[in-house]
């Protein structure tokens, strides 16, 4: 079984530089989580320096929240530069099904092949191109019902996708694990999968991506189970969360995750 505490061990230790073109909603956060679980984190978009800097980061995450054409331009840009490079970049297909700049947008960067893919059901269905019930960036969708999608998706790019929920769903497309743990005030913090989306990045620099992306959500399951013990509605879990990522050790994440094989 994976030990989730030593890929953590093993990405603070490297402390990547995560480049992230992200929605202005989640960078202020994103940014205080990427800094508390141990990584680097840089934001930018201007198509004039993206692919720059991408020659220059450890890795990229790429999240569609708040879009127009000149960022995809830069997403794109980015995207190419660490495949070019043979490092990795994770994409976060916000509510890609909600329009058609955003059908689009997924099309054009999953055609890019992400090392990993990170969304809720509904993102990952309709991702794959099937139809589903997502509301916005809300998901209307349980996470079994994209198992399907998700191994689709993972044989067509040849990385990883994660199907996060409840209970999370992560696969190559052979091999699958889910990860539960977390805590019911996770999903009233809009930033949060966002977030994620920029420490699955951290923990696949160096690391196998299967592995790796198992390991960062079941480390944030953890650091929202040790926050949700202290906090009293979702601004108080907001930064209790952060305080738990950053005082979790390794020995914490490798006692408290629960990963099954699926």
Known sequence: MIDAGHHLAQMRERAPLVQNITNFVAMNVMANILLAIGASPAMNHAPEEVGEFAGLADTLSVNIGTLDPEWVSSMEIA?????????????????????????????RLLALKPTVIRGNASEIIALAGADAAGKGADTANAVSDAVEAAQALARQTGGVVAVTGEVDYVTDGHTAYRIAGGHALMPRITVLGCSLTGVVAAFAVGQPALPATVAALASYAVAGEMAGANAAGPASFQVAFIDALHNMTPQDVTARARITAA
């Open 79 to 107: 995207a190419r530069v660490m495949a070019e490079a043979g490092k990795p970049w994770v994409l976060d297909p916000v509510a890609v099904g909600a329009t058609a700049l955003r059908r689009d947008a997924g099309a």
